[in-house]
């Protein structure tokens, strides 16, 4: 319709105007799939510019681009539009024509009646699918738009969108359920350029299917476009804020997640969000205060709690990340997480037995929890179990050799088993993978102290105290540095 009248405008103006010369017909197609022509009239030139609304993964298809351009040159080649002697209205009529046939022709156009298989055959192969998008974007049926969009909303309306934040992976997702939300978005990037079709539903599947296939670019994108149509606000916004908190933009995350408790100041979810983004940020102690208000608003949303003893150990307040753990677990007892988390801060006041058993819990819940699976190792070793600490880490890095605290944990075993020369070349290659693992640093030191190196071992001290302050003290208290506890240098480095 909007094609339409520009066009009729165009006519409109055209007919008052007479041409004495040859008229120049330019166009050019824009990325931003904006089509002018240029007309000179004489001294003057009357510009034309029609919007033609193309789906962005179509704007990036140079051959589509190329294709466009040449059935432009085609038409205008064959056209021969000269207007010696002839009123510019028969003129801008043979150029709405042309306008008209380019469009078609760029879009691929088809009548209904060349219709010939129905969707659900088209569906059947990618060769067909393609045809199908082909024959969309030349019909505006009501009925065959409606049960299509139907079809991948029964598909996708109970399907579930995971992110873990923490570690910025989004869910598995089946190769077929991959395939069909690339064909989801392939069809309605036809369809929903009529507006009465498309719903909000269809525009959140959009969302999500973009975050699945990780083009968080189109995701941004949608979730923009969600928020200028100004209907339901409030969850666009925070699907905003989730997209850019993948993309580690955690201040436009802030704001974003902001705008959500401006319009619904109790929203849980929102509050839980704005928590996750703030850890993510290294904000620890703002990050607390929010979940601490999320248990105010629901005390027994138990994953606040996870967060909260989770935060409490990173500020090294093990005792109180051990009563938030234990909350948690009141609420949720088979959280393999929570388990995990309890187990940690057993494990930083040297209460090895129950940590032991905390992460035995954990991994009876989630036999593949990393976390759960180390801290046991680390339980086993401080309680002498070394054989079986042996057996843990020797998993773990069979499982993945790229993770440096994998290879730093083994040393350590192999050091207390009095293996140096193993456990020195295991260190190394942790810190190859990891320059800053400050426990592979520490244990170094510790070997070189053994071996009554002093420079080295004061060298990797000083890295392993520079990554973590708390080795401080650790180092004063511990009897691999007990040779150096008089030392002036020792002394110097350990200091508080």
Known sequence: MRILMIVVAAVMISGLLAV??????????????????????????????????????????????????????????????????????????????????????????????????????????????????????GRKESRSTQNLLKKYRDDFDNLTLVIDVANNEIAS???????????????????????????????????????????????????????????????????????????????????????????????????YAKGLILREDEQVKEALLVMKHVTYLSPQMYQAWVSISNYYSRLREFDKAEEAGRQALDIRPDDAKAHSNLGFSLLNQQKYEEAQVEYDRAISFD?????ALQGKGTALANLGNYDEALEVFRYLLEQDSSISINWSNLAYIYFKQDDIETSKHMLEIALNLDSKNFTAWYNLARLYSKKKQKIPMLNSLRWAIELNKDYKSAARKTEDFKAYSKDSDFIALTKE
């Open 20 to 137: 004495e010369e040859p008229l120049d017909i330019s166009f050019e197609i824009y990325s931003d799939t904006t089509i002018s022509a240029i007309i000179p009239v004489g001294q003057d030139s009357i510009p034309i510019t029609m919007k033609i609304t193309v789906p962005d993964r179509m704007k990036t298809d140079r051959e589509l681009l190329e294709h466009a351009q040449e059935q432009f040159d085609r038409t205008i080649g064959s056209a021969g539009l000269f207007a010696n002697g002839y009123n510019f209205m028969i003129t801008a009529a043979t150029f709405i024509f042309i306008i008209v046939t380019s469009i078609i022709g760029i879009m691929g156009f088809k009548s209904y009646k060349d219709v010939k298989k129905t969707t659900d055959e088209l569906l059947k192969s990618k060769t067909d699918h393609d045809k199908l998008i082909s024959e969309l974007k």
């Open 173 to 271: 997702l089946s190769e077929v359920d991959a395939i069909k939300l690339d064909d989801f978005l392939r069809i309605t990037d036809i369809l929903r350029v009529w507006d009465d079709q498309f719903t909000e539903q269809d525009y959140s599947i959009r969302w999500k299917a973009y975050i699945y296939l990780k083009q968080f670019r189109f995701a941004l994108r949608e979730a923009l476009e969600g928020i200028e149509r100004g209907k339901n606000g409030e969850k666009w916004y925070e699907r905003l804020s989730q997209t850019y908190t993948i993309l580690k933009q955690y201040t436009q995350a802030l704001d974003a997640i902001d705008k959500v408790l401006e319009i619904n100041p109790n929203n849980i979810n929102a509050w």
């Open 367 to 371: 036999s593949n929890l990393k976390d």
